[in-house]
């Protein structure tokens, strides 16, 4: 049975982030499972409209665990961007996978909880050293998204046009010829009974 987990997500999105504990614990418990990481680029465009209320937070922490640093907080008010990022990680999924996931956890943590904008390639420069990742010049171009994720970018538009929802984040599993649109909401504070209810469709399209 071939089995696949796809995340599309956004780097600077507070729900992205508190799913991604979800995914954690499916690529942990569940190594079988082949994990793709697909980057929207939701906050790819840097005009000042990428502006996440405190309402949104409020609502997040309400449903999840997640945390959120006041010097996160104080910079609300911000419009975000995440075009290196949608670069870095997709770059990092086609050229190190193993790395994928634990490097969107260094990036989430970076935004989130040390309140780093994520936008300059000086934001990205440890985060590349810690990992040592020979990134190409072309993914700090926060101009513009590389041609790879921009490709990626439509792949998850057509995907989007299957699953019927444009929301993000989004998690799908794919079992065969299968596509399962996970509910991940119930999960959130519980990623223990997100890896049980993985497990019950793969067993129920085994």
């Known amino acids: 049975m071939a089995a696949e987990l796809f995340f599309i997500y956004d780097s ?3 729900w992205s982030y508190a799913t991604t504990p ?24 840097a ?11 409020t609502k997040v922490k309400e449903l999840s665990a997640a945390k959120f640093s006041p010097a996160y907080m104080n910079k609300l008010s911000e419009g975000k961007d995440s075009t290196l990022c949608a670069n870095l990680m997709t770059w990092a999924s086609n050229k190190t996978p193993q790395q994928a996931l634990t ?6 943590v970076e935004h989130f909880s040390q309140g780093s904008d994520l936008s ?15 990134v190409p010049t ?3 171009n926060k ?7 921009e490709a990626q970018v439509h792949e998850i538009y057509a995907l989007q046009e299957i699953i019927k929802t444009q929301a993000i984040p ?8 299968e596509l399962i649109l996970l509910n991940h909401n119930l999960y959130l504070q519980d990623p223990d009974a997100f890896v049980d209810a993985v497990k019950l469709e793969l067993k129920k399209h085994s």
């Open 143 to 149: 101009a513009k998204l590389t041609n790879d994720a």
């Open 22 to 45: 979800l995914v954690n614990a499916v690529n942990k418990a569940l190594p079988e499972v082949t994990l793709n990481l697909w980057h929207c680029a939701y906050f790819s465009d």
């Open 120 to 134: 300059d390639q000086d934001d990205l420069n440890d985060i590349v050293a810690q990992f040592k990742l020979s």
């Open 103 to 108: 490097l969107l956890n260094a990036l989430q």
């Open 47 to 57: 005009d000042g409209e990428n502006i996440i209320s405190k309402q949104q937070i």
């Open 138 to 140: 072309k993914v700090f």
């Open 170 to 177: 989004a998690l799908l599993l794919a079992i065969n010829e």
């Open 12 to 14: 600077h999105c507070p």
